[in-house]
């Protein structure tokens, strides 16, 4: 797994060599006039990457931007998920169809298992993933808030790791443990809530480490996520805070803040 930093475009290959978009926008409670704005404002600001998920209830919706973009498909990344009640192989497999057909485009990039549950259910899913996979009508897939007992229990039932593990992670919110055995099993850490839904930002420590940069709190939180070599989805329908998000490339955080930042969990 390889981070390309100080790119327009920065990306992260997963272990299964796909390149996934380091920085991509969250449309979680979004309604369908919020996504497309953000969206559209997101495209103008050099996101090409977007999460969504069955539960958000948006995906025709982003589907229907994606398609009357100026963009080629393989310039953006569509990620959506499977949720708990649509668990079971057959279920899941209906999930995927019916995201699928909402979304409208040629391909899925990522499909995810978005909580664990009881573990014959989840497990069957991991199964209609990998065999959705296997059939190429997603280029890769993975998990949502798995504990690394959840990952180890989804090992032993197949030889299909998981891409990505979407988990909330940010200063306030750090386990080294699950980064570090992330890292050592491939799997890379995509991080939701990376600004902490904004309950941190008026933190001291936060606010200092960012004036040093001349960047706003919410930016040194994502710059954090980045430098730990995790993708960061920020949440945002605002115009200037999705340019402000996007606006994490052209500087670096010190080991020394860094370490400080580590230390705020």
């Known amino acids: 797994m390889s981070v390309n930093n100080f790119d327009i ?19 979680w409670s979004m309604n ?42 393989e310039e953006l990344f569509v990620t959506t998920k499977v949720w708990p009640q649509d668990f079971g192989y057959n279920e899941t497999l ?3 169809d019916a995201s699928f057909d909402d979304l409208n485009i040629e391909y899925v990039n990522q499909y995810l298992i978005h909580w664990p549950s009881d573990d014959s259910r989840t497990h069957e899913s ?13 280029k ?8 690394i007992t959840d990952l180890e229990r989804l090992k032993e039932i197949s030889d299909i790791i998981p891409a990505t593990n979407q988990i909330k992670f940010h200063p306030f919110c750090f386990d080294p443990e699950i980064l570090e055995y992330c890292k050592r099993e491939n799997i890379a850490i995509v ?25 706003t709190p919410a930016q040194i939180m994502l710059r954090w996520g980045i430098q730990h070599n995790t993708i960061t989805i920020p949440k945002s329908s605002n115009k200037d805070r999705i340019i402000e998000n996007a606006s994490i490339f052209d500087f670096e955080i010190s080991n020394t803040h860094m370490d400080e ?3 705020l969990s």
Request: hydrophobic share 35%; proline share 4%.
């Open 126 to 138: 991991w199964k209609a993933l990998s065999d959705i996979y296997k059939e190429g009508k997603v």
């Open 9 to 27: 475009k920065p990306s992260i290959k997963l272990n299964n060599n796909i390149n996934m978009p380091i920085l991509g926008l969250g449309t």
């Open 94 to 96: 209906k999930a995927f």
């Open 191 to 215: 991080s939701y809530s990376p600004l902490s839904e904004g309950r941190k930002l008026k933190n001291p420590k936060l606010i200092e480490i960012a004036t040093q940069y001349d960047k």
């Open 32 to 73: 369908n006039k919020k996504l497309i704005q953000a969206v559209n404002w997101a495209l103008e600001a050099g996101y090409r990457h977007f999460d969504s998920a069955r539960y958000y209830k948006n995906e025709k919706a982003l589907g229907k931007v994606i398609r009357n973009s100026s963009y080629s498909r």
């Open 140 to 147: 890769t897939i993975g998990v949502s808030n798995f504990s």
């Open 261 to 263: 930042l580590n230390s």
